[in-house]
């Protein structure tokens, strides 16, 4: 019976992975990476790394321009070294897990 359950389980992992990497579901449509690649191969822009090959990923040309939220994650860096500065040991603890990775 566990053999039936692990089989049914893996066929769902695999349709589940598929789908991930189709196309279409990335919102791409074949023609579209066909085009890219070709694109990057003119511009001479495909790598060749790690024994495979990178090109550029597709970005739409009319895309809006995201906001820029460089000054908000400021402000809040500076406010939670302000709140950690008041309590040191916390502060110290935060320092040692930053240190380990």
Do not use: C
């Not at 790690?50 to 809040?76: A, T, W």
């Amino acid at each position: 019976m566990e053999s039936a359950f692990a089989d049914e389980t893996e066929a769902d992992l695999n349709r589940q992975l598929h789908r991930f990497w189709d196309y279409e579901t990335l919102g791409i449509k074949e023609q579209q990476a066909e085009s890219l690649v070709q694109d990057s191969l003119m511009k001479g822009k495909i790598d060749f790394v790690e024994n495979r090959y990178e090109v550029s990923l597709p970005f739409k040309e009319s895309h809006p321009i995201l906001p820029d939220n460089f000054r908000v994650s400021q402000n809040r860096l500076i406010s939670q070294i302000s709140r950690l500065r008041k309590n040191p040991t916390i502060l110290e603890q935060y320092d040692e897990v930053i240190k380990e990775r």
